[in-house]
């Protein structure tokens, strides 16, 4: 799936949100690769609650299948998110996305792999929303996009203003729809009162089902080791002599990927190329000889 210098390359041109979401298309390809005639992307803070048919079916006749963020309007009432946050972020929720073993759905991941390889930033104002903003170019593209409406698929902050938890069962939906599977985007089991600290339109006091679900969840994530593994830090965020990368270093180097350069173990300071000393000789802006050297990373500063 990947050879050690392509990932490496790749967690050292990407904070670990950025790299989480860069590696989608290439192992969708691998799985597809491996035979599987479909194959399907979750974001780990995601439940399943019943089989998947609601978006497995529809690749019987389509190549991608994507579920849009919301199929209600959402109130002109200045909370959030609202309808400008959707449409920064895309269209379509890639906590989800599931692709056909064909030849557009094969080509779709190239493409989004290659374009995810360069820009999968989260830069919203330049457009730019790691691998999802993307995807709002699939329907256009490609002839056979399913796009599930299915109100029990992806429920999260996004839209529970239209789809309420039945507080008799929270595996269900008030208006009866099972839960296919609930997105706990932004949620922290630290603080299961809280649903998201990317929304302020849900109040979890007039959630009785909404407020279940969380404190389930939540319970789940503190006895299965939540409270150690948040503790771990990103593997890829610093260089061998102990020098944290940043986002100046990862701009410097992604453009250098772009650009055809190749660092072996861009993490190790004495390896042979060496992307630390990439990082440190003299910009090629800096056209002025002399003992003040402006370097890539001053420069990227």
Not at 36 to 41: G, K, L, Q, V
Not at 60 to 80: E, F, M, N, R, S
Not at 225 to 234: H, V
Request: proline share 7%.
């Amino acid at each position: 799936m990947f050879d050690f210098e392509r990932y490496a390359g790749l967690a050292h041109s990407f904070d670990v949100t950025e790299l989480s979401t860069c590696v989608k298309p290439f192992v969708l390809q691998h799985l597809l690769g491996r035979g599987y005639d479909r194959a399907f992307y979750f974001d780990p803070d995601i439940e399943i609650f019943t089989p998947i048919d609601a978006v497995s079916d529809p690749l019987a006749g389509a190549d991608v299948v994507l579920t849009p963020h919301t199929t209600d309007p959402i109130p002109l009432d200045g909370k959030l998110p609202d309808e400008i946050t959707l449409l920064q972020a895309g269209s379509y929720n890639l906590g989800f996305i599931g692709v056909a073993n064909s030849a557009p759905a094969r080509d779709f991941l190239t493409w989004w792999g290659t374009r995810l390889e360069r820009y999968c930033v989260n830069e919203v104002e330049l457009g730019l929303f790691t691998d999802q903003k993307w995807i709002d170019l699939v329907p256009g593209m490609l002839e056979r996009v399913a796009i599930v409406r299915d109100r029990g698929c992806n429920v999260a902050y996004w839209n529970l203003h239209a789809r309420r938890v039945d507080p008799n069962d929270p595996s269900r939906l008030a208006s009866g729809e099972p839960i296919v599977f609930f997105h706990y985007s932004g949620f922290d089991p630290r603080r299961p009162t809280v649903l998201s600290k990317h929304q302020t339109r849900i109040e979890l006091d007039q959630e009785p089902g909404l407020i279940a679900l969380l404190r389930r969840y939540a319970d789940r994530l503190m006895s299965n080791g939540f409270l150690a593994a948040a503790q771990i830090p990103y593997a890829f965020g610093r260089f061998s002599n102990d020098v944290p990368s940043d986002g100046f270093s990862r701009g410097v180097l992604r453009r250098a990927r772009v650009e055809g350069y190749r660092f072996p173990d861009p993490y190790d300071v004495f390896a042979e190329p060496s992307a630390w000393r990439y990082l440190n000789d003299r910009a090629d802006e800096d056209t002025n000889p002399g003992s003040l050297v402006l370097t890539r990373y001053l420069y990227e500063v």
